[in-house]
């Protein structure tokens, strides 16, 4: 079955440390997302990929870093500089360019600093 | 930066009723995307809409593009338990720019 999988489903992370949250598609998608997500409220983009090893600034990226060195993965690393780190993160993909535009949803990764 | 505007921010309705809620931009977008969140779930796609004035229908949902293409209308026919959760439009300018999200309308269904 063709999806996005992000994992941990939890993570807990002490004040101070950074961590990286996963995220692998196999739908073949060329662009990737990372947005973040507070109690009631929207999604705001941390950074996204287009395509491999580039990508942008969303319009949140402080104290977060990202690489795409596979058209699969699209890890997030929440650095300790980030100074509000407890949320929920949600990792998509999209095919982009001439193949379409709807962005398909991981399952979420809560993180909870401690 | 560019912004969606979603209305109404959250909504308590009685099962069977029918919903509107809809979504503006100050933006024309070429793609207009409507997505359900369950709770601590990822958002799903509903419907996909690509043309100024299509309507589009999924079950008991459908969603218009808007004629002036700054804005677009989800509609939800005799509500059901299970419709709850957050409803988000999102839009793009063009399949090079990014997708952007609305602030996303939550919906309760009383029994």
């Known amino acids: 079955d063709g999806g996005i999988t992000q994992s941990p489903k939890y993570l807990f992370r002490k004040e101070g440390q950074n961590v990286t949250l996963s995220c692998e598609q196999n739908?073949?998608?060329?662009?990737m997302y990372w947005y973040r997500q507070d109690p009631g409220q929207g999604l705001r983009l941390i950074y996204y990929?287009?395509?491999?090893?580039?990508?942008q600034k969303g319009d949140i990226a402080e104290g977060y870093s990202v690489s795409r060195e596979k058209k699969e993965s699209f890890p997030l690393t929440v650095t300790s500089a980030q100074k509000n780190p407890t949320a929920f993160y949600l990792c998509?993909?999209?095919?982009?360019?001439?193949?379409?535009?709807?962005?398909?949803f991981g399952q979420g990764t809560r993180l909870t600093v401690v | 930066g560019q912004q969606l505007n979603q209305s109404p921010q959250s909504m308590f309705i009685q099962e069977g009723e029918d919903v509107s809620m809809n979504c503006t931009s100050s933006?024309?977008?070429?793609?207009w995307l409507w997505y359900k969140q369950d709770p601590g779930e990822g958002p799903v796609l509903l419907i996909a809409?690509?043309?100024?004035?299509e309507l589009t229908s999924n079950g008991r949902l459908t969603a218009q593009f808007g004629i002036t293409r700054k804005d677009s209308f989800l509609n939800i026919s005799a509500s059901i338990p299970s419709d709850v959760g957050i409803y988000f439009c999102?839009?793009?300018?063009?399949?090079?720019?990014?997708?952007?999200f609305g602030p996303g309308t939550s919906l309760s269904v009383i029994p």
């Open positions: 998509a993909s999209s095919k982009d360019g001439t193949g379409g535009t709807e962005a398909f």
């Open positions: 739908l073949n998608h060329d662009a």
């Open positions: 990929s287009q395509i491999v090893n580039d990508f």
């Open positions: 933006s024309i977008f070429n793609t």
């Open positions: 809409l690509y043309k100024a004035g």
């Open positions: 999102a839009g793009q300018k063009s399949s090079y720019d990014k997708v952007i």
